[in-house]
Nanobody, 115 residues
Framework: QVQLVESGGGLVQPGGSLKLSCGMS????????IDWYRQAPGQQREFVAS???????RYQHSVMGRFAVSRDDKEHMVYLQMNNLKSDDTAVYYC?????????WGKGTQVTVSS
């Protein structure tokens, strides 16, 4: 059973930074790609960023240049560094993996950007 646990969310002012973490109960090497998604109130869940086993990353256009995804294979962790945060970034952020055609999600961590 794959378990994902996100942490690092909180309340931050516009222009501020947060670093989210995603810990997993199995080896990170099980997954070809690890994603970050987010869901704002009343909105559908949307892709934010991903990183593959080679360290190649992809980003949603609205976060490019502000967010950076990274991974630590020794610690089985994935991170999302978020800089220059905007009110539109307010959402619950989720870590996601797919293993043998089954999707696994964490419970999410709330990020609120407000003055």
């Amino acid at each position: 059973q794959v378990q994902l646990v996100e942490s690092g969310g909180g309340l931050v002012q516009p222009g501020g930074s947060l670093k989210l973490s995603c810990g997993m109960s199995v080896s990170i090497r099980n997954f070809d790609v690890i994603d970050w998604y987010r869901q704002a109130p009343g909105q559908q869940r949307e892709f934010v960023a991903s990183i593959d086993t080679g360290g190649f990353s992809r980003y949603q256009h609205s976060v490019m240049g502000r967010f950076a995804v990274s991974r630590d294979d020794k610690e089985h962790m994935v991170y999302l560094q978020m800089n220059n945060l905007k009110s539109d970034d307010t959402a619950v952020y989720y870590c996601h993996v797919n293993l043998y055609d089954k999707d696994y999600w964490g419970k999410g961590t709330q990020v609120t950007v407000s003055s």
